[in-house]
């Protein structure tokens, strides 16, 4: 879409980049350090910020801002629009009670996933998951599923624009070592994740794919760690994730 820079608001744009800093890994910032996320300068950002606690979507304790559920307001209304949502929560629904376990569908953007729709059993992660979530691509279940779909020239493009961290011990952050693993997602048809997220965090996930056979999204159960094996886990639960993929396949456009 080409739009003129006189049609622009950059007050907007740059109000968008500020709210964005806010991530899992960054629930709480300070001035200068939403600068530094953003590139945007400090006098920008704390006007940003302090219009934003004003209409009450960020909150302010004289040092650090955090956002507020009113934020929510910015996203749940698109995803409420999208008929994906609306769509697999039923089977969400199900499947969470067949298995006894949580599940989630989400959607790639850029280097990152997106839940939609989600069926909690239990917390299993230290955050709170629900839908407008976010978390890297390359070390979920869910991403390594939708990365592996794409041309692999277009995924190590996604892969290079962002930090790959080990954020556990287990965690593959290599470029290599991440395509090793998307091969195997390729030829297997589903992705298995032990503790590569968060400790005690396993995950297994297949693709969603519409009647077309392109894949729009993944589908994922994920569990607390145990000394069972993964093989075990991927036994149990694969089959129900299959048959949901399948039956979702016969309902997507």
Known sequence: MNVKQSDMMGGLAKGLRVIEAFTAETPRLSISEAAEITGLDRATTRRCLLTLAEHGYC???GK??????RVLRLGTGCL???PLPRIVQPWL????????QSTSVAILDGAEIVYVARAAQRKVMSIALMPGSRLPAYCTSLGRVMLAALPETQAIELLNSHPLQARTAHTLHTIDDVLKELALVRTQGYAAVDQEVEQGLRSVAVPV???????????NTGLAASSESMAS?????LPSLQQVSRELRGVLS
């Open 59 to 61: 909150a302010y304790d």
């Open 64 to 69: 650090f801002f955090t956002v507020t559920p």
């Open 80 to 82: 409420a629009s999208m």
């Open 93 to 100: 629904d199900k499947l969470s009670e067949q298995i006894g």
């Open 209 to 219: 794919k519409n009647a077309r056979g392109v894949v729009v999204a993944a589908l």
């Open 233 to 237: 886990v991927i036994e149990t639960y």
